[in-house]
């Protein structure tokens, strides 16, 4: 979640209210390593990063908590976004959003007050423990942008469903390599049109040369996604959770 699109000052509304049920670029395109892992079935369910906690009762998720997504509707409950737990809990303190949970909405006072449960993922305080919220509507924010896909590593690896684009092979995302369909060596230019992904042994036998000049033939004719915002957003999420499904049927 970037800051984009987020009131620039505080004053959400206190108290619970009843809601209506209703490419980061980090990555370069032509980056040898990969970061990111193949795109998502697209099903809801309910997620599953994380350990009980037999002490306490209630669940710490795996690896870092505040890394955990988190769907950011606007004003009307439509979907705009994933965020981190991080930022959606800074946004959460400062008033200029309130967690969503069971249809109710809670300023942080009140996120704050609530009792964690066994099925929670939390953030642990000194004197006890936060939820981490699932859905966060901004309190201001009343736009609906189109999804601006950039053109990155990770995209590119959900457009093309994690496959080569020659052989249909889906081995592993390390092992999957950017390829340029048009050589740069011979102008070819960073583009949907004119990128794709390959395996290894594809993209050395390629080499230098076009498809035709290496007997190669193209899966599909790479082009720009059309991605709506809840497509790109189950494609963004390896395990979409099951509090985010009414809001993403309606986006």
């Known amino acids: 979640m970037t800051s984009q699109g987020e009131p620039p000052s505080t004053g959400a509304k206190q108290g619970g209210g009843r809601a209506a049920q209703g490419g980061v670029r980090r990555d370069s395109v032509i980056s040898d390593s990969t970061r990111s892992g193949s795109a998502s079935n697209g099903s809801v369910s309910s997620h599953s990063g994380a350990n009980d906690d037999r002490q306490s009762g209630v669940r710490t998720a795996s690896g870092n908590v505040l890394s955990l997504p988190v769907l950011v509707l606007n004003r009307y409950f439509m979907p705009l976004r994933l965020t981190t737990t991080r930022r959606a809990l800074l946004l959460l303190y400062a008033g200029a959003a309130r967690a969503l949970d069971e249809g109710e909405l809670y300023s942080f006072p009140e996120w704050l007050a609530l009792p964690t449960r066994p099925q929670d993922d939390v953030v642990p305080l000194v004197n006890g423990a936060l939820r981490v919220p699932r859905v966060l509507q901004l309190a201001r924010y009343d736009k609906h942008p189109r999804v601006e896909l950039r053109l990155t590593r990770k995209n590119l690896l959900l457009r ?92």
Not at 175 to 198: A, C, F, M, T, Y
Not at 234 to 239: C, R
């Open 160 to 251: 093309d469903e994690g496959r080569c684009q020659y052989c249909g092979a889906q081995p592993t995302p390390r092992d999957l390599n950017v390829d340029h369909v048009l050589p740069r060596s011979r102008g070819g230019r960073d583009s949907w049109e004119n990128l794709v992904i390959s395996c290894k042994r594809c993209n050395l036998t390629k080499g230098q040369r076009t498809p035709e000049e290496a007997n190669m033939r193209l899966r599909a004719r790479p082009s720009r996604p059309r991605w709506s915002t809840t497509t790109h957003i189950l494609l963004s999420s390896k395990h979409p959770y099951a509090e985010w499904e009414p809001f993403l049927q309606t986006g």
